[in-house]
């Protein structure tokens, strides 16, 4: 009885090893280049006492053009334009080296080369077919 209670718990121990997803597959590409892009405005406004006390609608704002960055990432087949998700802490990422990178819906995330395994998560701006895969078809 005791060695048939013994065999259930261990196949119940090992039962999710089983189930374990695979890791997922990185493609591989080069950092073309990292520019400055336009990512929206900035505004900070502060209402004026006259303006409060008499109902008029006098503020002062000061706007300032928020760049965010952006770069050009080589895969085998594709061009990609891609920008940080997390523009508050943006990292810079090595041009001219090559990255690991996968895309899962809507995002591409890019393998941190640092040895920590992080994945940095990035938007896709716009997708170019390379010109030699357009000559090789």
Do not use: F, W
Request: include cysteine.
């Amino acid at each position: 009885m005791k060695a048939r209670l013994a065999v259930a718990v261990l196949v119940l121990a090992c039962a999710p090893l089983g189930l374990a997803k695979d890791p997922p597959s990185y493609e591989k590409g080069t950092l073309l280049s990292m520019d400055s892009s336009s990512c929206g405005v900035a505004e900070k406004g502060s209402k004026t006492v006259a303006g409060e006390l008499l109902g008029t609608d006098g503020e002062h704002k000061s706007t300032q053009e928020v760049l965010c960055q952006e770069y050009v990432l080589q895969g085998e087949r594709i061009v990609y334009r891609i920008r940080p998700t997390d523009t508050k802490h943006p990292s810079l990422l090595p041009v001219g080296d090559t990255v690991q990178y996968r895309i899962r819906k809507d995002k591409m995330y890019v393998l941190d080369r640092e040895g920590d395994s992080k994945e940095r998560e990035y938007s896709v701006v716009s997708m170019q077919v390379r010109q030699e895969s357009k000559n090789t078809q």
